[in-house]
């Protein structure tokens, strides 16, 4: 196959689909790319190890917009989401944007349809609309503040009490907000299908078996995994009580990509994933199968060729860019 019908195919695989040689060092030629384009390569905590590995950056969505609102670089890939990459061109409208599979979405963002949401905030006048990164922009553009899991809470102590708050689209995470803050918030009805997954029984079994074990849960989890976890945070948030605590075992309630930084940065502690309800595979983990739709061999091509590239029409980022603003204002 050859660029012209790769790039044809786009719409369809979400990446280019171009044979590499054999004999192609991927590390070494991605940093050579890299070098050479002037380009960032910014990863989530739950890309594959050796993604995060090769990237200048690894973060949570808080951490990743701060630093791509801050880069210098001509051209920002983002090994993540769409969203991820999308907030990235929001942020940087002049810059190049690559996203090594289009197809990479996520399924809390696709729980907000635009139409669908328009016409739930006009059910609900007079409210001020904080919506969750993990959104499109055209949700974004549709909101009043942006947060991550990272800085909701404070997000949302900093609006007057008397003023009424919409609070999209995770249910999950709004509901332990609510409890956290006392503020009677209106919920759209969105989850996370990863974070949905972990099973309280199998969990309190592991428990069992280990018994000193810290249960640790990130806010998007359902309350009843969350009324057992010993702490609750974002991502960055479970990494560093994981560093600083002095319990030796964790029993982890996110996306199982978290532990591999998690092993790095706490070498000496027993680090066990949740298990999820459905089992199918017998893997003890929950996987988030849009962050792993990433690898180096795409990464390479996306480098190589500038595909897949992001692009956010103009009036659509100058709408969506006041929100996530006023988010990284407040951070």
């Not at 171009?18 to 004999?23: F, G, R, T, V």
């Not at 739950?46 to 051209?75: R, W």
């Not at 609510?178 to 503020?183: H, N, V």
């Not at 390479?300 to 603003?325: F, G, R, T």
């Amino acid at each position: 196959m050859n660029i012209k019908q790769a790039i044809q195919n786009l719409p369809q695989k979400g990446y280019l689909d171009l044979p590499i040689s054999k004999n192609i060092n991927l590390v070494e030629e991605i940093k050579r790319l890299r070098k050479e384009k002037n380009a960032v390569i910014l990863a989530h905590y739950y890309q594959v190890p050796e993604i995060q590995d090769i990237a200048d950056f690894v973060g949570d969505s808080l951490a990743l917009a701060q630093a791509a609102a801050k880069t210098d670089a001509d051209i920002i890939l983002f090994a993540g989401v769409h969203f991820m990459a999308e907030t990235a061109k929001i942020l940087n409208p002049d810059k190049k944007v690559l996203l090594p599979d289009l197809l990479a979405g996520c399924s809390l963002a696709e729980s907000a349809p635009k139409d669908k949401f328009k016409a739930f905030l006009n059910e609900h006048p007079n409210h001020i609309v904080v919506s969750y990164v993990n959104t499109s922009a055209e949700i974004k553009a549709l909101t009043d503040i942006v947060c991550t899991s990272s800085n909701a809470e404070k997000i949302i102590n900093s609006i007057p009490e008397n003023q009424k708050i919409i609070f999209a689209p995770d249910k999950n995470l709004g509901a332990y907000l609510i409890k956290k803050t006392g503020r009677d918030m209106i919920l759209w009805d969105g989850a996370c299908e990863v974070h949905e997954e972990f099973s309280l029984d199998k969990i309190l079994q592991l428990k069992t078996e280990h018994p000193e074990a810290k249960i640790i849960a990130h806010p998007e989890s359902r309350d009843y995994i969350l009324n057992i976890a010993d702490y609750i945070g974002s991502t960055s948030g479970l990494l560093k009580y994981v560093q600083e605590s002095k319990a030796k075992e964790f029993i982890i309630a996110t996306e199982s990509g978290i532990l591999h930084k998690m092993a790095q940065v706490a070498p000496d502690k027993i680090l066990i994933p949740a298990p999820p309800e459905n089992d199918k595979n017998s893997c003890a983990c929950t996987e988030c199968p849009y962050m792993k739709r990433n690898t180096l061999e795409k990464i390479y091509l996306a480098l190589q060729y500038e595909l897949p590239e992001v692009v956010v029409e103009e009036d659509l980022q100058k709408k969506a860019l006041v929100s996530i603003e006023k988010m990284l204002k407040l951070s």
